[in-house]
T-cell receptor, first 113, second 110 residues
Framework: GAGVSQSPSNKVTEKGKDVELRCDPISGHTALYWYRQRLGQGLEFLIYFQGNSAPDKSGLPSDRFSAERTGESVSTLTIQRTQQEDSAVYLC???????????FGPGTRLTVL | LAKTTQPISMDSYEGQEVNITCSHNNIATNDYITWYQQFPSQGPRFIIQGYKTKVTNEVASLFIPADRKSSTLSLPRVSLSDTAVYYCLVGDNQGGKLIFGQGTELSVKP
């Protein structure tokens, strides 16, 4: 079946604007994750959804960042009032839950001018 | 979560065997060791996971000594297409967030 998909693949925005990034997980995967990867760095965890449980938001860097997930399907990561330091690749992953094997999407490259 | 330490970079040539060692001195009894591979402009991809001794699949082997304080990812006969960043992670394999370090940037030359 299809893997994890993300859109847009690239997003250029101006400082202060809001952006929405979308993730479509693998069908049937109950767990969904968002990570951020700055240039030349490892991945930073942002937020984790598992079924109907309250999401783990411990990685969100500020209240400008939020995410939602509709049931066990699509998720949207929203960044309000973007700053230049928000420029990074935002990666989404999904898994069947209860495992460290996660399947990653291709990412959205966000550039804040 | 146990911290991992691995070399920042490694160079190799096509056809050689490459061994990347990861240190995880504070690994917990319930922790597994998982390796991911990341090509440029792509998300990471799961390679292999193990708990102890040796695990082998079609891509790589993973060697874990008895004290489990380190592990070695072995890539047999690398090709140019194995040039990537390799991440070693330690966790209880119960789901939840993954903690990525800097990874090892492997460069395979002709």
């Amino acid at each position: 079946g299809a893997g994890v998909s993300q859109s847009p693949s690239n997003k250029v925005t101006e400082k202060g604007k809001d952006v929405e990034l979308r993730c479509d997980p693998i069908s049937g995967h109950t767990a969904l994750y968002w990570y951020r990867q700055r240039l030349g760095q490892g991945l930073e965890f942002l937020i984790y959804f598992q079924g109907n449980s309250a999401p783990d938001k411990s990685g969100l860097p500020s209240d400008r960042f939020s995410a939602e997930r509709t049931g066990e399907s699509v998720s949207t990561l929203t960044i309000q009032r973007t700053q230049q330091e928000d420029s990074a690749v935002y990666l989404c992953a999904s898994s069947s839950g209860g495992t460290d094997t996660q399947y990653f999407g291709p990412g959205t490259r966000l550039t804040v001018l | 979560l146990a911290k991992t330490t691995q070399p920042i970079s490694m160079d190799s040539y096509e056809g050689q065997e490459v061994n990347i060692t990861c240190s995880h001195n504070n690994i917990a009894t319930n922790d597994y060791i998982t390796w991911y591979q990341q090509f440029p402009s792509q998300g990471p991809r799961f390679i292999i996971q193990g708990y102890k001794t040796k695990v082998t699949n079609e891509v790589a082997s993973l060697f874990i000594p008895a004290d489990r304080k380190s592990s070695t990812l072995s890539l047999p006969r690398v090709s140019l297409s194995d040039t990537a960043v390799y991440y070693c992670l330690v966790g209880d394999n119960q789901g939840g967030k993954l903690i990525f370090g800097q990874g090892t940037e492997l460069s395979v030359k002709p």
